[in-house]
């Protein structure tokens, strides 16, 4: 444990424009677009396609590089990236559907939301089972554990693919 802050010496180098904390994983994002990800991946939640279960120091992903990332989200155990042309990527546990590829399976690498293409997306956040993006038509959409009503259907009932949350 650290009481005081310090200086991340892996990313000195880097412009850090953002960052995001999950449960017990940190993400990065530098002025390039680039993500780093560090903390615990037992979860693939830090997307390097491993769940080694520590990672001590700050790694980019990899399967993100080229890829014009714009904002980032931590959730709890599952990840995700927005470009700058408004596409979103989710990876991590898939439990309840909170990656929104249609099922529950892991993803230990990002993975393209395939039903938000065309919607450009203009900001998303990753909860602790649940996944929302808003786009810049003002749409919003959720998608994961919905037992607590948290995704705004009028229901307690979960959903695997992004829905409009309408009103």
């Not at 399967?63 to 470009?83: D, E, F, N, W």
């Not at 649940?130 to 259907?153: K, N, P, R, S, V």
Request: aromatic content about 8%; overall charge negative; charged content about 15%.
């Amino acid at each position: 444990n650290v009481h005081v802050p310090r200086r991340v010496e892996a990313l000195t180098e880097e412009n850090v424009v953002g960052v995001s904390c999950g449960e017990s994983h940190t993400m990065a994002l530098t002025e390039g677009g680039a993500v780093f990800t560090f903390g615990d991946s037992t979860w693939h939640q830090l997307g390097h396609g491993t769940n080694e279960y520590l990672v001590l120091v700050p790694q980019r992903v990899q399967a993100l590089a080229g890829v014009a990332i714009a904002g980032i989200s931590a959730g709890k155990y599952h990840s995700s990236a927005r470009t700058s042309t408004g596409e979103l990527y989710t990876w991590g546990t898939g439990d309840y559907g909170k990656l929104g590829h249609g099922g529950e399976d892991d993803e230990p690498l990002p993975r393209l939301v395939e039903a938000l293409v065309g919607r450009r997306v203009k900001g998303a956040a990753a909860g602790g089972h649940h996944t929302m993006a808003w786009t810049y038509t003002g749409e919003l959409l959720t998608w994961g554990y919905g037992f607590h009503g948290q995704l705004g259907h009028e229901g307690c009932l979960n959903e695997l693919l992004p829905r409009v949350v309408q009103g």
